[in-house]
């Protein structure tokens, strides 16, 4: 009988072990990643993930977080690995973005907070002035749709166009052009070619991502957009994540002296554009 007990009493806690071990392993890996102290962050090419590295890394850092970095070739590809859970966060969109991926693969991302921006500006390495426009001249925009209409709505920020006043902001083309005095040859371009473009055209509108990875001179720079909301940039997690420690570390890193100095330090001829939440 103490034998048989023995085996009921083995038998027992060996059940018990199994079913601890299928409840520990049963979170999914949002669920797992909200204690965490490592900071998952999926990169893409361009100014953002560069100024995390520099400037919001260091202060996470000093917080005993630690900061593991997955590479990837195009922003979508970090967001479907954001999106299942293989990377916690990243920092390489704005909220339109964002949108438009959540509602394309049933997302669930969603903004911790604004971060700083490089706004599209307007470049020209042949006239030093705006006043240098003349008519007839070449101005090159991007081609893709989100970037161009920006380049438009720069164009008519500077007077130089009128857009029609019942064409979508978001949306704008070159056939909505109400107005163009001085006759502006507009030439939608690839992004990437505009920059080592620049001696053959009159003047430029080049997306900020584009400008940083191509080093195109800041000096260069005569004009910036007005950047709506929606393309601010922001840090992106998912849903789940959003009240986890670490993902309150990472605001407030952005929002941190530290960071912030760093960020005059390095904001030559105002290049990035610091929202309004993280100067208070």
Same mark, same amino acid.
Request: some cysteine; overall charge neutral.
């Given at each position: 009988?103490?034998?048989?007990?023995?085996?009921?009493? #083995? #038998?027992?806690?060996?059940?018990?072990?199994?079913?601890?071990?299928?409840?520990?392993?049963?979170?999914?890996?949002?669920?797992?990643?909200?204690?965490?102290?490592?900071?998952?962050?999926?990169?893409?090419?361009?100014?953002?993930?560069?100024?995390?590295?520099?400037?919001?890394?260091?202060?996470?850092?000093?917080?005993?977080?630690?900061?593991?970095?997955?590479?990837?070739?195009?922003?979508?590809?970090?967001?479907?690995?954001?999106?299942?859970?293989?990377?916690?966060?990243?920092?390489? !969109?704005?909220?339109?973005?964002?949108?438009?991926?959540?509602?394309?693969?049933?997302?669930?991302?969603? +903004?911790?907070?604004?971060?700083?921006?490089?706004? +599209?500006?307007?470049?020209?390495?042949?006239?030093?002035?705006?006043?240098?426009?003349?008519?007839?001249?070449?101005? +090159?925009?991007?081609?893709?749709?989100?970037?161009?209409?920006?380049?438009?709505?720069?164009?008519?920020?500077?007077?130089?166009?009128?857009?029609?006043?019942?064409?979508?902001?978001?949306?704008?083309?070159?056939?909505?052009?109400?107005?163009?005095?001085?006759?502006?040859?507009?030439?939608?371009?690839?992004?990437?070619?505009?920059?080592?473009?620049?001696?053959?055209?009159?003047?430029?509108?080049?997306?900020?991502?584009?400008?940083?990875?191509?080093?195109?001179?800041?000096?260069?720079?005569?004009? !910036?957009?007005?950047?709506?909301?929606?393309?601010?940039?922001?840090?992106?997690?998912?849903?789940?994540?959003?009240?986890?420690?670490? +993902?309150?570390?990472?605001?407030?890193?952005?929002?941190?002296?530290?960071?912030?100095?760093?960020?005059?330090?390095?904001?030559?001829?105002?290049?990035?554009?610091?929202?309004?939440?993280?100067?208070?």
């Amino acid at each position: 009988m103490r034998l048989n007990w023995k085996v009921a009493a #083995t #038998t027992l806690i060996a059940a018990t072990m199994v079913v601890t071990t299928a409840a520990c392993g049963s979170g999914d890996s949002q669920a797992s990643s909200s204690d965490t102290s490592t900071v998952r962050v999926g990169t893409s090419p361009g100014p953002y993930s560069e100024l995390f590295k520099k400037g919001v890394a260091p202060v996470l850092e000093k917080k005993g977080f630690k900061i593991e970095y997955t590479s990837f070739s195009d922003l979508q590809q970090a967001d479907v690995a954001l999106n299942e859970g293989s990377v916690d966060l990243n920092v390489d !969109q704005h909220t339109a973005y964002m949108e438009a991926f959540n509602k394309a693969k049933s997302g669930t991302l969603v +903004a911790l907070n604004k971060i700083p921006t490089v706004p +599209a500006g307007l470049y020209s390495s042949k006239h030093k002035s705006l006043k240098d426009v003349a008519n007839g001249q070449l101005i +090159a925009i991007s081609a893709d749709s989100s970037n161009e209409s920006r380049g438009l709505r720069l164009l008519e920020k500077l007077g130089w166009i009128k857009l029609k006043a019942d064409a979508d902001p978001v949306t704008v083309t070159p056939n909505d052009i109400a107005s163009n005095p001085k006759n502006l040859e507009i030439k939608p371009m690839d992004s990437a070619t505009i920059p080592r473009s620049l001696d053959d055209i009159d003047y430029a509108v080049i997306p900020g991502s584009i400008s940083y990875s191509s080093k195109v001179d800041s000096k260069l720079e005569l004009a !910036q957009e007005t950047l709506k909301p929606e393309y601010l940039l922001v840090a992106a997690v998912r849903k789940a994540d959003k009240n986890t420690k670490w +993902a309150k570390a990472v605001t407030a890193a952005y929002k941190s002296d530290d960071f912030l100095n760093y960020l005059s330090k390095n904001n030559t001829n105002n290049y990035w554009f610091v929202p309004d939440e993280l100067k208070q």
